[in-house]
């Protein structure tokens, strides 16, 4: 299973960007998919989660800015990251977990495979 990250970049604080992950290996309509970020410093935080049954869960600090969302179609997964804020950068990574998860949705260590991760910066 491969995930490729894209669509990360440097936007100034209010801009928009859209991040996506392409899978292969894997057919995504049967797993959960997360993404997940790391500011310097800090550790992994979910951010946004999207079920085979397109539920959606967020954390509260990208709740009404970010939407997740996928195209079984395609295999892809996206973000769409809205009103961004400094706060908001960090590396994003797209993950893949079994959709039996549950209570653990949130927690990095249920994810299986990951993406090689990209780059949002959010500049003041």
């Known amino acids: 299973v491969q995930l490729q990250a894209s669509g990360g970049g440097l936007v100034q604080a209010g801009g928009s960007l859209r991040l996506s992950c392409a899978a292969s290996?894997?057919?995504?309509?049967?797993?959960?998919m997360g993404w997940f970020r790391q500011a310097p410093g800090k550790e992994r935080e979910f951010v946004a989660a999207?079920?085979?049954?397109?539920?959606?869960y967020y954390t509260d600090s990208v709740k009404g800015r970010f939407t997740i969302s996928r195209d079984n179609t395609k295999n892809m997964v996206y973000l769409q990251m809205n009103s961004l804020k400094p706060e908001d950068t960090a590396v994003y990574y797209c993950?893949?977990?079994?959709?039996?998860?549950?209570?653990?949705?949130?927690?990095?260590?249920?994810?299986?495979?990951w993406g090689q991760g990209t780059q949002v910066t959010v500049s003041s």
């Open positions: 993950a893949t977990a079994p959709r039996a998860i549950t209570t653990t949705i949130r927690v990095p260590s249920s994810y299986d495979y």
């Open positions: 290996g894997r057919t995504l309509s049967n797993y959960v």
């Open positions: 999207v079920r085979w049954s397109s539920n959606t």
